[in-house]
Every structure is written in C-alpha cells, then in structure tokens.
C-alpha cells in the first residue's frame, strides 16, 4: 500500500532535475556577482575605514600626549630658567644694594675726613692769624706801654699798677670791637 | 477496532509532497521560491550597504553581523587570502538560510532546498572554487599531490590514503554536502507535513479521535521551532564547510 504511494510516475527525490539545477546555477551565480561587486568591497571599505578611525584616533591621542608632555618639559624649563632668573636678579640686587652701601659709607667717611680736615685747616689758619695778629699788636702795645711808662717817669709802684690796670681795660673795651 | 479502521484509511504524505505542478512552462514553486530568495538576498545586500556608516544604525548592525558570521568563517577556515572567498561563503551562507526558512514561512511553506538540483547547483560553486583555489595555489601537480597525500601518511598505507583521499574531495565531499542540507529540510518537511496532515485527519476520523487531534498540532507547531534551529544550522554548516574545504585546497602546512 505504501509501494503504492511511491508510484512509477513520480521521480525519486533524490535525483536532480535539470532545470533546477540549471535556475539554482544561474540565480546563484546572480547573487554572487552582486555580493562580490558591490555588497563585499563596500563592507571591506567600511571596515578598513573603520581600522583607520580607531587607529588614527589612537595616534592622534598619542601625538596629543606627546605634545602635552612637551609643552609641560617647556614649562617646566621655563619655570627653571624663571627661577634661576629670580635668584640671579636678588643676587645682582643684593650686591648692588652692599656695594651701594658701601660706596656710600665710604664716600661719607671720605666727606667726613675732608669736613674734618678742613675744619682742622681753618682752625690752624684762624690760630696762626690770631698769634700773628697777637704778635704784632703785642709787640705795638707793648711799645706804646713801654712809652707811657717811660713818660710818667715810672713814679712809684702804684701808678705803675695803675697804668697797667688803665691799659688793660683799653685793651678790654678794644677787643670785642675788634671781634665785632 | 476504530483505530485500526483509521490507519488503514489513513494515507501519509509522501514523496508527492515535494512536487509541485508547474505554474508556467517548466517553472513550479520551489524554482519561483528559489529566485525570491535570490532577489530578496542580493537586493538586501545591494540597497543596505548603500550608505554605510561607521556607527551602524539598526538595520546596518543586522546586516553586518550575518557578514561577520561569513566573514569570520571564511577568514578562520581559510586564511591568510581569505578575501576573495568572502562573497561565496556569504552568499551560500545568506541565500541557503533565506530558502530553508521558506519551510515555516507562510504561504511559502516549503524548503526550497528539499529539493536536491539547488544544493546540488550550490555545490557546483563550491566544488569548483576549492578545486580552482588549489591549483592556483600548487599548481596542477602539485596540487594533486597536496589533495591527494596529507602529511605524516606511513608509505605503506600511501597508496590506499591516495585512493581515499581523491575519491573524498572529488566525489564525496561536494556530494554529501549537497545531500546534508537536503535531506535535513526534506526530512524536516516531511515529519511538518506528517504531524499536520495526521491531525487534519484525525479531525474529521469522527469518534473518540478527534480528542487526539490537537497532539500533532502541537508538535508541528514545537517541531516548527526545531527546524528553525536545524534550518539555521544547515545553512551554517554549508557555508563553513565550503570555507573549509576552500582552506584544504589552499593550505601550506605540508
């Protein structure tokens, strides 16, 4: 009964038939031409597109990096040469600043010994002039003293005094007019 | 006693099941089906790579992954020139999984691939991309010498290995692998229409049958989703093995 069903007219399933073999042939051979024209290389394009973007993106992080460290060693040096800068300036400032000092202390002590010195000088002039002066007038009054003396013919001791007492206070009421 | 009576009324789908009378000409369902599949395929792959982009939307993302399944088959069976190999294992790969599941489609409903003339068409393809591949690679000779020779083979037994070995690639392996995915969704087909089929009968067997109807309605319906599996696999296990008879043929390790 089931022999039956497998009647003579129908073709074992296993065998194939030409025209579908021939349609399966040509239908694939259309998709193939498809996949590999067009659907293939646009996939292999995007990929490697895609390879690029994550590699150019890493390198591009990378250079970043890089620049970035090089920016900070710059400003790092910068920082050094800064400092170094500022330590060398307050030197300079600092021995400036001494030798200033110093010039000034020497240059007060030089105006001091020159003041002194020629306070000295003058005192020296004025005390030679006033002994030169004290000389000649002393030796004048001295004539003029030795004259009046001899013109009262030297009578006793206490006109001598007298006279020398008169011719003092002379000399007193001469003096600050003289000063003046 | 009504059991008896049934079974022997009771006519299984058989081979008649896979013949379809044509619709014009030469042409029958299975040859219509097998174009759909071939013009739905190519126009996917055709109109969704159009506008690709480096962050896939949905529809890309899809698309990209059945092209990474082939890809990776191809390029992890063939190495290092596994490119050119990519469309072929693609395209077996995409057009044998979209006519499988014209099994459990509706209104299709039936495996274009249970029909043995297109995996026997597909075969071709591959059959002669591995044999070409390989003598491009070796050269004719030595080519024949690589098919026909693995490494490490004991002198004494050479002789029976070579005999093997060229009958294997030459003859069995494109035939058994048009066989696999046929007999799969033949098979499959069958027990689908067998469970439906049994239970329409039932239905109308009058007496106590009809409350065993609803069994093999549901295990059609399980049995659905075990063909889906077995559809996918099929279509997988065509496209690895032809990347992989592709990789014999070109291999180096000698």
Avoid: C
């Amino acid at each position: 009964m089931h022999s039956s069903i497998l009647a003579a007219e129908e073709p074992l399933p296993i065998l194939p038939l030409p025209g579908e073999l021939i349609v399966g042939l040509i239908a694939f051979a259309l998709l193939l031409f498809v996949l590999w024209k067009y659907a293939v290389p646009r996939f292999e394009a995007l990929y490697e597109q895609r390879v690029e973007e994550i590699e150019g993106g890493l390198k591009r992080a990378e250079e970043t990096k890089a620049e970035a460290e090089k920016l900070k060693a710059q400003y790092e040096e910068q920082m050094a040469g800064a400092r170094a800068e500022r330590a060398r300036i307050l030197d300079d400032a600092r021995a400036e600043g001494a030798q200033i000092k110093a010039e000034a202390r020497a240059e007060a002590e030089a105006e001091v010994a020159r003041i002194r010195a020629r306070g000295e000088e003058q005192l020296a002039a004025s005390r030679d002039a006033v002994v030169r002066q004290l000389r000649a007038e002393v030796g004048g009054l001295s004539v003029q003293l030795a004259e009046r003396l001899l013109g009262q013919a030297l009578a006793d001791d206490a006109k001598r005094s007298a006279t020398i007492d008169a011719f003092l206070d002379e000399l007193e009421r001469d003096a600050p007019a003289k000063a003046n | 006693m009504e059991l008896v009576w049934a079974a022997e009324e009771f006519e299984p789908p058989g081979v008649g099941t896979f013949i379809y009378p044509p619709i014009f000409g030469e042409v029958t369902k299975p040859v219509v089906q097998l174009v759909f599949a071939a013009i739905i395929v190519g126009a996917v792959f055709l109109l969704g790579t159009r506008k690709l982009s480096l962050v896939p939307g949905r529809g890309q993302f899809a698309l990209e992954y059945i092209y990474n399944v082939a890809r990776n088959m191809a390029r992890d069976q063939i190495g290092h020139d596994f490119k050119p190999f990519i469309p072929l294992v693609l395209g077996l790969f995409s057009f044998i999984l979209v006519n499988n599941f014209f099994g459990i489609i509706p209104v299709f409903q039936f495996p274009t691939m249970s029909r043995i003339g297109f995996p026997l068409a597909l075969a071709v393809f591959v059959y002669i991309t591995y044999h070409y591949a390989g003598i491009r690679k070796h050269g004719f000779v030595g080519y024949i010498k690589h098919a026909s020779l693995p490494p490490g083979v004991p002198p004494f037994i050479a002789p029976l290995i070579v005999i093997i070995e060229l009958f294997t690639k030459f003859v069995f392996q494109p035939i058994s692998l048009a066989l696999r995915v046929f007999a799969a969704m033949f098979a499959g087909h069958l027990v689908l229409v067998l469970a439906v089929v049994g239970g329409e009968f039932l239905l109308h067997a009058g007496g106590g049958l009809v409350v065993a109807a609803p069994f093999p309605f549901i295990g059609a319906i399980a049995f659905t989703f075990l063909e889906a599996l077995v559809m996918t696999i099929q279509a997988y296990v065509f496209a690895l093995l032809a990347a992989v008879y592709i990789g014999a043929a070109v291999s180096t390790d000698h």
